[in-house]
């Protein structure tokens, strides 16, 4: 029922960040979109939409049976996020606004950190009990004025009211008020911090009926995977298993490899080396004076770039900004997230390889290219290497494989 939406979707494939769709085998099964712009599902896509499929059946009430979520997983550039993309499409167009929610893994955990602070402000800046009626009472001196009576016999337990829910879990509930399906896209899970509030995002989930759908390039069991905080990701991954059925969308092919390049977006970057004027000047860009350098602010702090643009009508505001500047010092998820929300292209120039630069600026890179896709904002990279040079000499990172994929997308 929802085929003709994934395989015609814009803005969910493999072949760009959320674009069109891969170009699968000749001669494999495709619905009449897919047929109509020239291309066909590999059998393990066509296996993954059929599943979908009847996850959506499940959703429209046509089975009287609780609904299990669904949790595909598999390696880069299969299509999970396209086809999950397109099913999450068509199925919130059938449901009352709001009630499917799309979250990335870096904005979920950026808003329920957000969410939670927000909470407890608020709690602080309540009213608060005055001595002897619970609060402090260290340094005052008190005494009886009148005699104190017996305590009055305990009558009758009375039925106590509901507990009211601490910060956490009352961030947790704002977030899924409302929501039947929610959609947890790219789940990855390198911190203990954030695995233990998964775990109780999905505790809760579940626990009020909300249909989760999640895709990951890890099966459950690897989320999280170093060995020694394995053990606080096993509560979430065993409600995981329990509440979804797991499917890995695997295959020999990453489509991003065939194609996608010279579309809008995260696709429409490129990688240029060396990066000359002239090359540039091709792309429509001239790069900055020298002493032009700007302050990008993000809440209360700021970092020098080596210039902001306003851009013109079809690109948009542009960040200039070089490698160090970006992932040599301790910049966050949370600025890329605020500076791609603002800034449609970004132009990174001096880029190394990986190998050369420090693990903390080896993961801010790939959480830079993770967040420009999700958001599908252009990236136009300088550097001395070549891609396919960049792309041999990656360190042993966590996502580091996905970065190579997405890289791929950029025009060399």
Request: hydrophobic letters at 40%; zero cysteines; a neutral charge.
């Amino acid at each position: 029922w929802f085929q003709d939406s994934a395989s015609g979707a814009r803005g969910v494939g493999p072949g760009a960040p959320r674009g069109a769709p891969p170009p699968g085998p000749p001669g494999g099964g495709a619905p009449p979109a897919a047929a109509r712009d020239g291309f066909a599902l590999d059998p393990d896509q066509s296996a993954l939409l059929d599943r979908l499929a009847r996850l959506g059946d499940d959703l429209a009430g046509a089975r009287r049976r609780p609904v299990r979520g669904l949790y595909v997983w598999g390696p880069a550039g299969r299509g999970k996020s396209w086809l999950a993309g397109a099913f999450f499409a068509a199925v919130a167009a059938g449901l009352p606004a709001g009630a499917a929610k799309r979250v990335h893994v870096y904005d979920l955990f950026r808003e329920l950190h957000a969410a939670i602070h927000a909470q407890r402000v608020r709690a602080l800046a309540g009213p608060r009990p005055a001595v002897g009626q619970g609060g402090p009472t260290r340094g005052w001196r008190t005494r009886a004025t009148a005699p104190v009576a017996d305590p009055t016999p305990p009558g009758p337990p009375e039925e106590s009211p509901e507990p009211r829910p601490g910060a956490v879990d009352a961030a947790i509930d704002d977030l899924l008020r409302g929501t039947t399906l929610l959609y947890l896209d790219e789940l990855h899970l390198h911190d203990t911090g954030d695995a233990t509030l998964l775990t109780r995002l999905l505790r809760r989930a579940f626990a009020s009926g909300v249909v989760v759908l999640a895709t990951s390039n890890y099966e459950p069991g690897a989320l999280l995977p170093n060995p020694l905080w394995h053990h606080l990701a096993e509560p979430g991954i065993a409600l995981l298993r329990a509440h979804l059925d797991v499917v890995e969308l695997a295959g020999p092919t990453d489509y991003r490899a065939l194609g996608g390049r010279g579309r809008g977006g995260f696709a429409a970057g490129a990688w240029l080396r060396p990066g000359t004027t002239a090359q540039l000047a091709d792309r429509g860009l001239v790069a900055p004076a020298p002493g032009s350098r700007a302050v990008v602010r993000t809440g209360s702090r700021s970092f020098e770039v080596t210039a902001v643009h306003a851009g013109d009508g079809d690109s948009g505001p542009e960040l200039w900004v070089t490698f160090e500047d970006l992932a040599g010092r301790p910049t966050s998820t949370l600025e890329y997230l605020d500076w791609a929300a603002r800034f449609r292209r970004w132009v990174v120039t001096d880029v190394p390889l990986l190998t050369d630069v420090d693990r903390e600026a080896q993961q801010r890179f790939i959480a830079v290219v993770d967040v420009l896709v999700d958001a599908d904002v252009e990236l136009v990279v300088t550097s001395p290497h070549d891609l396919a040079t960049f792309r041999g000499a990656l360190p042993d990172r966590p996502d580091a494989f996905r970065m190579t994929s997405r890289l791929l997308l950029l025009a060399g």
